[in-house]
């Protein structure tokens, strides 16, 4: 009985807190109002195996736009590189490195066919302690940084899908200060805090 009673109140619980989360309208999908001219696209990239081109594919999925393969009057998603680079924020007393500071970054093309192309870039940065005494555990630390900037540069690029809204609307991709289709547009998501750690 008791086995029983326990079972029941876990499953309310549960149907409980779908029924509170739906009523305040949180959704676990993306939120970005992405152009209805860009709701079926495909993605082509450097290497179509990495890691951060599944992330992007996961991201538009999750903002319902459909992946189909490349056509001529299909919109495109080209991921032409991405890259990670550090640089040395603190020292300890002794000379060794404390505070290293990642940045990833990204450059894409999209392409609109009848309105052109244009190319962007973004970067997200994170600074972290690097305690020489938990080599083990910071290098842990440090692929779980680089995942996570992964994944926020893969949500900035379904963001600037749905900022393509103005150039859809205008009827071309040019960039409205310059008139260049190829300008680099440049997205910084927040640097996050070291944590307090222990220094030498």
Same mark, same amino acid.
């Given at each position: 009985m008791?086995?029983?009673?326990?079972s029941t109140l876990k499953l309310?619980?549960v149907?409980?807190?779908?029924s509170? $989360?739906?009523?305040?309208g949180?959704?676990?999908r993306?939120?970005y109002?992405?152009?209805e001219? $860009?709701?079926?696209m495909?993605v082509?990239?450097?290497?179509?195996?990495s890691?951060?081109? +599944?992330? !992007?594919k996961g991201?538009?999925?999750?903002n *319902?736009?459909a992946?189909?393969?490349?056509?001529? =009057? !299909?919109? =495109?998603?080209?991921l032409l590189?991405?890259g990670i680079?550090e640089r040395? #924020?603190s020292?300890y007393?002794?000379?060794?490195?404390?505070? /290293?500071?990642?940045?990833f +970054?990204?450059s894409y093309?999209?392409?609109i066919?009848e309105?052109g192309? /244009?190319?962007?870039?973004?970067? !997200?940065? +994170?600074?972290?302690?690097?305690n020489? $005494?938990t080599?083990l555990? /910071?290098?842990?630390e440090r692929?779980?940084?680089e995942?996570?900037m992964?994944?926020?540069?893969?949500?900035?690029? &379904? +963001?600037?899908?749905?900022? #393509? /809204?103005a150039?859809?609307e205008?009827?071309?991709m040019?960039d409205p200060q310059?008139?260049?289709?190829?300008?680099?547009?440049q &997205?910084n998501?927040?640097? *996050?805090?070291a944590?307090?750690? =222990?220094?030498?």
């Amino acid at each position: 009985m008791r086995l029983t009673l326990s079972s029941t109140l876990k499953l309310s619980l549960v149907v409980l807190t779908a029924s509170l $989360l739906s009523a305040c309208g949180f959704h676990l999908r993306g939120d970005y109002d992405v152009p209805e001219e $860009l709701s079926t696209m495909s993605v082509t990239s450097y290497d179509q195996y990495s890691t951060f081109t +599944r992330l !992007v594919k996961g991201q538009l999925r999750l903002n *319902e736009i459909a992946l189909v393969s490349p056509s001529e =009057n !299909v919109p =495109n998603l080209h991921l032409l590189s991405e890259g990670i680079s550090e640089r040395t #924020l603190s020292l300890y007393q002794n000379a060794r490195t404390a505070e /290293k500071e990642l940045t990833f +970054r990204a450059s894409y093309r999209v392409l609109i066919p009848e309105l052109g192309e /244009k190319t962007f870039s973004t970067s !997200v940065t +994170r600074s972290y302690l690097d305690n020489p $005494l938990t080599a083990l555990a /910071k290098s842990v630390e440090r692929d779980m940084i680089e995942d996570e900037m992964r994944k926020l540069a893969a949500s900035q690029i &379904v +963001r600037q899908m749905a900022r #393509l /809204k103005a150039s859809i609307e205008s009827g071309h991709m040019d960039d409205p200060q310059t008139g260049d289709t190829h300008s680099d547009y440049q &997205v910084n998501t927040v640097q *996050e805090p070291a944590a307090a750690g =222990n220094t030498q």
